[in-house]
């Protein structure tokens, strides 16, 4: 079983940048894909990023890509999401999930996919 926890969510203006941080443990880290999902208030939740457990493949969300980077570190067990050029339609609560695939370049973008999830943090974009 692996347990996440979300880090670095905050209040900021449109334009500005954040980097979020999900620490995981629990289980191997390299041979976990990871995934970053939003949800705003009254919305659905969305699926925003995705990285395999060997870091090679990512994939981004149409509305984050060019503006949102996802990368890990398995030495630290970590995976971040860089977010920059942020808009007041990304404010939402984020949350990191994780799925212990036996495919190290795999990605998933389906949150049914995951098994396991962090509490969240909150990203407000607001002026």
């Known amino acids: 079983q692996v347990q996440l926890v979300e880090s670095g969510g905050g209040l900021v203006q449109p334009g500005d940048s954040l980097r979020l941080s999900c620490a995981a443990s629990?289980?191997?880290?390299?041979?976990?894909?990871m995934g970053w999902f939003r949800q705003a208030p009254g919305k659905e939740r969305e699926f925003v990023a995705a990285?395999?457990?060997?870091?090679?493949?990512?994939d981004y969300a149409a509305s984050v890509k060019g503006r949102f980077t996802i990368s890990r570190d398995n030495a630290k067990n970590t995976v971040y999401l860089q977010l920059n050029s942020l808009k007041p339609e990304d404010t939402a609560v984020y949350s990191c999930?994780?799925?212990?695939?036996?495919?190290?370049?795999?990605?998933?973008?389906?949150?049914?996919?995951?098994?396991?999830w962090g509490q969240g943090t909150q990203v407000t974009v607001s002026s």
């Open positions: 999930a994780a799925n212990p695939t036996i495919w190290p370049s795999a990605t998933y973008s389906n949150s049914g996919m995951y098994v396991a």
């Open positions: 629990g289980r191997t880290f390299r041979s976990v894909a």
């Open positions: 990285i395999s457990g060997s870091g090679d493949t990512t």
